[in-house]
Structure formats: structure tokens, C-alpha cells
């Protein structure tokens, strides 16, 4: 059946690192939404994409995040470099908008630890 | 800008049933959703309000009042495998459809 995968499940990584996350959408959907969810905060939107480009980032810190989808079948986030706040669960979304209730469907996630 | 507020959390006894509630403000209402989150997994898709009144689908049910900014979801017949977080999200039509959730009601169903 269709899923969001997202990879890698889990990360631990050290501060100053880079750290890569990647998507796959469910095929058809043209939305993405990268969202980040910690027990402080709960689930905050970092980025959003339609049909490959994107929309709204204000939720993302700029200097040292950065998303892209280099096609319609992969989704990037990535942090350069890693700090120990950055530790979170990050979660991709996909959803189509050619009708329906238009609800997100969410990956697995990527559970990321910056030591 | 949104603001979603639920409570925390909720304790229930298996057999019951639980209202959880949520009221937000928005400037560009243009639905409401309710997720389902177990520990360690991704929010589920659980129901969708756009117009006044109440969904049902099963167990659960979810009303909405849009004069109020006002909504709840109701689980009847509470079962174990309810335990989880409870997200409320209300997406905004004048910013790109994207979804602001609240910090979640975590219910604790107890035998």
C-alpha cells in the first residue's frame, strides 16, 4: 500500500556534523511538508513544498537549514552544521490537492540525537 | 496567526468514554483535523471538519463549531489501543493550506 518512507529511521550524530534526511513522497501526492517534534514544542511545520517548490520555510531556522526536492520522488532536509537542539523526531508529510479532504499523510520519521 | 489550545492529558477507564476538546483562533479557517499518535510513531489521519456539526465515523465522532473556534473529538466505547496522543490541526486557506497543530491530548485509557 502507499507510504511515505523516510530515511534514515534513526541518527545520532556529533555537534558540527551535517545531517541528511530524505523522503519519498506517496506517488501522485505534490505536497510535502517537512514538520519537527519534540516534547517542548510538540509538531512545528519547518518547510513546505507544492509541485516541487517551495512554498513556505518560515519555520526553519535559515542559517543552518536547508530543504529541497530535487525531483518529485525525493525530499531533503538538511542541517549543517548539527547542534544538541536540533535533537527531534522530524517528520515528512505528503498530500494531494486534486480533491477530498486534502489530509497529510505522515512518514515514519527520522529520530535524530545531536551529542 | 493560529493558536490551538487542548488539554495535556486525560485518563479514562476501558468501556468509557472521552471528549477531548479544542478551541483555536485563525485568521483563514479552512478545516479542521484530528490525529492520532501512538509513542515512538507518526500521527494518523483520524477525521475532518470544515462545516458546523458533528462526524461521525465509528468509535469516533468530531463536532465543530466555527462561531465558537471551537471543536472536540469524542471516543466512545474506549479500548485499550485509544492510548495515545490526540493532535488537533487547523489548516489556514490564505497560507498555502498549511496545517498548525496543537501540543496534543495524551489519554491514558485504564483497564
Known amino acids: 500500500d502507499a507510504r511515505v518512507t523516510q530515511t534514515p529511521r534513526h541518527k545520532v550524530t556529533e555537534m558540527g556534523q551535517e545531517v541528511t534526511m530524505r523522503c519519498q513522497p506517496i506517488?501522485?501526492?505534490?505536497?510535502v511538508f517537512w514538520y519537527r517534534q519534540t516534547m517542548m514544542q510538540g509538531l512545528e511545520l519547518l518547510a513546505y513544498?507544492?509541485?516541487?517548490?517551495?512554498?513556505?520555510d518560515s519555520g526553519m531556522p535559515k542559517d543552518r537549514f536547508s530543504a529541497e526536492m530535487p525531483d518529485a520522488t525525493l525530499a531533503t532536509l538538511k542541517i549543517q552544521p548539527s547542534e544538541p537542539r536540533d535533537s527531534a523526531v522530524y517528520f515528512c508529510?505528503?498530500?494531494?490537492?486534486?480533491?477530498?479532504?486534502?489530509?497529510?499523510?505522515f512518514g515514519p520519521g527520522t529520530r535524530l540525537t545531536v551529542l | 496567526g493560529q493558536n490551538i489550545d487542548q488539554p495535556t492529558e486525560m485518563t479514562a477507564t476501558e468501556g468509557a468514554i472521552v471528549q477531548i476538546n479544542c478551541t483555536y483562533q485563525t485568521s483563514g479557517f479552512n478545516g479542521l483535523f484530528w490525529y492520532q499518535q501512538h509513542a515512538g510513531e507518526a500521527p494518523t489521519f483520524l477525521s475532518y471538519n470544515v462545516l458546523d456539526g458533528l462526524e461521525e465515523k465509528g468509535r469516533f465522532s468530531s463536532f465543530l463549531s466555527r462561531s465558537k473556534g471551537y471543536s472536540y473529538l469524542l471516543l466512545k466505547e474506549l479500548q485499550m489501543k485509544d492510548s495515545a496522543s490526540y493532535l488537533c490541526a487547523v489548516r489556514d486557506g490564505t497560507a498555502g493550506n498549511k496545517l498548525t497543530f496543537g501540543g496534543g491530548t495524551r489519554v491514558l485509557v485504564k483497564p
Open positions: 506517488l501522485g501526492h505534490n505536497t
Open positions: 513544498f507544492r509541485n516541487r517548490a517551495p512554498l513556505d
Open positions: 508529510a505528503s498530500g494531494s490537492r486534486t480533491g477530498g479532504i486534502n489530509e497529510q499523510f
